[in-house]
């Protein structure tokens, strides 16, 4: 009586884990998060949302829905990407960018970015202390759109002081 038991145990036991796989597969498989990069991305902006897609995809999250990656730049210029201080992700949906300045510290820093229209008229920007990301700042006409971002430890003690004529490419 006790083997009958035992292999009936094992039997219901076996049945209940492969229930258990079948009806709830992602619970086996771990999804990666991903962002949808633009054509025009460059293959910098490529490898850096391959080497972080976390940090893309939340990023365009926080642009809202339909935004595909246009150009991803580790800060400061010149760093290895895996060695950045904040990443500038510029995002696109049809006329409209979407600019956000990622915090890769990991404490409150202060942060300011700012996308233009193209003669630096018609200005958005998100300055102050944040944790996480300065932004979302959008701009309606994207071609050719000055971009400005700073990070540092105070708005007079900055480590990042980038300034782009053109994030989003002309044309």
């Known amino acids: 009586m006790s083997r009958l038991r035992t292999a ?4 219901a036991s076996a049945t209940v884990l492969s229930a258990a796989v079948l009806t709830a597969p992602q619970a086996v498989a771990v999804e990666q ?10 293959a910098e902006t490529v490898a850096l949302a391959q080497a972080d ?3 893309a995809a939340a990023a365009a999250n926080v642009c ?12 400061p210029l010149g760093t290895d990407p895996a060695e950045r201080l904040a990443t500038l992700f510029s ?9 956000i300045l990622d915090n890769n510290v990991g404490k409150s820093q202060y ?13 958005a920007k998100d300055p102050g202390n944040f944790s996480e ?4 700042v959008y701009v309606s006409s994207f071609a050719c759109a000055p971009v400005t971002a700073k990070m540092g430890s105070t708005s007079s003690s900055l480590y990042i ?11």
């Open 33 to 42: 998060p991903s962002v949808p990069l633009s054509a025009k991305a460059d």
């Open 53 to 55: 897609p976390a940090a």
């Open 111 to 123: 942060m300011f970015v700012q996308v233009c229209k193209v003669g630096g008229t018609s200005c």
């Open 64 to 75: 809202g829905t339909g935004y595909t990656l246009k150009k991803g730049i580790p800060l």
């Open 161 to 171: 002081d980038y300034k782009s004529d053109r994030v989003f490419p002309c044309g």
């Open 8 to 11: 009936l145990r094992a039997a």
């Open 133 to 136: 990301y300065a932004g979302p």
């Open 91 to 99: 995002y696109e949906n049809g006329g409209k960018g979407c600019v």
